[in-house]
């Protein structure tokens, strides 16, 4: 057999060979390989290694390397960022809209305002913010670049450029009516921005960080669904250093928990969306619990376009924050009807007592999930033994009924005859007319088996129609209108016995295309779909009749042909019949 061997140029001379060897010799041969590769390839890392070592210790910048820089990356020896305006400035800090001029990027810069350059406290907080913010490496966090120090700025650090619009802004302008908005910004859009959000602080949690003002203020909500949580000047890291198996890391969290200290008696926050233990003043007492509050008074902004707390100063403010003297969601907006389920959510996050709000943002984020995806309805369920009517034509009614298990009919009743419109099964839905309309119900459902429904109302409805976009309202809306229409037309053949009308059109067709003949073979399928078009009803409904005449021997239906031994038979037939429905 033919074995091949490849061995690199670095460790043999002998690039390549093709021997012809033996199963035994492969053996021997292989031994003898892995030997001689071994130690080639250990004094051949040794030295690699020692060369790496040389390297290391004369790492430093070369004039050839200083030249390349200014000559095609910065044109100039000046600064590496150039400031290109204002942002945003508020407390002790400034934001700025810069340009590195390296990557020729723009960026924002926060830097120190120069009254509180000498301030250590105001030092401390932007050195944490700057550190803190640099862990946290997630897509819905505003990543920092560089924490530095300039002769132009001060302390400085970069970050992305944040394009976009504060969420509070959004909600403003929803409240205001602007169209544009309102159209885009629908409760499903925006149940999405609060996911990510939430999404954010759960990610800074896991880290052992705080952040301690969340709020619509600090949430940029970009184009393409981008969110990013910003401004985590007050946030803080409450964990343990020690349990961080990473040295470097380790050493990081520890400088950081320097500067993270709690203060006590110092309020730090916004007033209007804090949770109590926020307006005693001391830290110790702030943890995640007090960031969940804080995302359940973001919701409730979301959702009531107002923030939670208002008043004639802050004193005022301040006291209904500590004695969280919330108005329930549902009562401070009744027109955006908010769904009892969200209500639920937003109570459960800002409770008074820790203790009863979510314990993590994640089952947080489960209920918010289940809004989202349509599974937080609580509806009634009903049960209606075999043969029980679920409702009656003519009867009023405001439900309908979603069948979970079951099965039932929808008839149409006239007088003592009944037409089978339907058989509908679990899933299906029922009585739904009685959702869009206060008209009485058009039809009869009887239950086929033993049958369990959940029971829909009205506002559920609403409810669920306001979280959608505003087109599916309209289509809702459009659809009811033609569903109306069409049931206030129901073809007269459906609602009462047909079967003298099929047998007298039948009769017609027959005796115009062959009136002399005695003994007649036609299709069945091709008679029958020419009587629905004639009479404009389903064709089952023909082929139902024209089984039962086969029934009562008025003609025989042999394989796909219909045989008529007489047609005057059938004509009687179907006139006396007629006569009696119309007693």
Not at 303 to 319: A, M, N, W
Not at 407 to 420: A, I, N, R
Not at 490 to 496: F, K, M, S, V, W
């Amino acid at each position: 057999m033919t074995f091949k061997i490849v061995m690199d140029q670095s460790i043999s001379k002998t690039a390549e060979k093709t021997l012809m060897v033996s199963d035994h010799e492969i053996g021997i041969l292989s031994d003898m390989f892995e030997k001689t590769y071994a130690k080639t390839y250990n004094s051949t890392v040794k030295k690699v290694a020692d060369e790496e070592q040389v390297d290391d210790q004369s790492f430093g910048i070369t004039e050839f390397e200083k030249k390349q820089y200014y000559e095609k990356v910065r044109k100039e020896e000046d600064n590496k960022y150039s400031i290109q305006g204002k942002i945003a400035a508020g407390g002790m800090g400034a934001v700025l809209k810069v340009l590195d001029q390296d990557l020729q990027r723009p960026m924002a810069m926060k830097v120190v305002k120069p009254s509180f350059r000498t301030n250590e406290d105001a030092i401390k907080d932007f050195i944490r913010e700057a550190k803190i913010t640099g862990l946290l490496e997630h897509p819905n966090i505003i990543p920092v670049h560089e924490l530095g120090l300039s002769e132009d700025t001060g302390l400085y650090f970069t970050m992305k450029l944040a394009r976009g619009e504060s969420l509070n802004h959004v909600l403003a302008e929803i409240k205001k009516g602007t169209p544009q908005y309102v159209e885009k910004y629908n409760i499903f859009y925006l149940l999405n921005i609060f996911r990510k959000i939430c999404d954010a602080i759960s990610f800074a949690h896991s880290k052992g960080i705080i952040h301690q003002d969340i709020k619509p203020h600090n949430v940029i909500v970009g184009q393409h669904g981008a969110v990013l949580v910003m401004d985590w000047g007050l946030a803080r890291f409450i964990g343990d250093p020690a349990k961080e198996p990473d040295a470097l890391r380790r050493k990081l969290l520890k400088s950081v928990s320097v500067f993270s200290a709690a203060k006590k008696k110092v309020i730090q926050g916004s007033p209007a969306y804090m949770a109590p233990e926020q307006v005693k003043g001391d830290g110790r007492l702030l943890d995640r619990q007090t960031d969940i509050f804080l995302l359940g008074a973001t919701l409730y902004h979301i959702f009531t376009l107002e923030s939670p707390y208002q008043g004639d100063d802050i004193r005022d403010v301040l006291k209904k924050a500590e004695n969280r003297e919330l108005i329930p969601p549902q009562n401070r907006n009744p027109d955006r009807m908010i769904p009892e389920e969200m209500c639920r959510i937003i109570l459960k996050a800002t409770a008074l007592k820790k203790e009863d709000r979510y314990p993590m943002v994640q089952e947080l984020i489960d209920d918010v999930d289940g809004v989202i995806a349509g599974k937080w309805s609580r509806q009634e369920k009903k049960t209606f033994a075999r043969g029980q009517y679920l409702m009656r034509q003519g009867d009023g009614g405001e439900e309908a009924y979603l069948i979970i298990r079951g099965k039932v009919q929808v008839v149409k009743e006239s007088g003592d005859f009944k037409v089978v419109l339907s058989t509908l099964g679990p899933g299906e839905m029922v009585g739904e007319m009685a959702l869009i309309t206060d008209e009485k119900r058009s039809a009869s459902v009887e239950a086929l088996e033993d049958t369990e429904v959940a029971v829909l109302t009205k506002q559920l409805l609403a409810q669920n129609l306001h979280k959608l976009p505003p087109y599916i309202e309209k289509m809702v809306a459009a659809m009811t209108r033609r569903l109306q229409t069409a049931n206030n037309f129901i073809h007269p053949h459906l609602t009462r016995d047909c079967s003298p009308f099929v047998l007298q059109q039948l009769c017609l067709i027959l005796g115009n295309e062959s009136a002399v003949k005695r003994k007649m073979i036609i299709f069945f399928d091709e008679i029958s779909a020419r009587i629905a078009e004639d009479l404009g009803i389903p064709v089952d409904k023909v082929k139902e009749v024209m089984l039962k005449a086969a029934d009562d021997k008025l003609l025989t239906i042999e394989g796909d042909h219909v045989v008529i031994e007489d047609i005057r038979r059938i004509l009687q037939t179907a006139s006396r019949a007629k006569t009696m429905l119309d007693q």
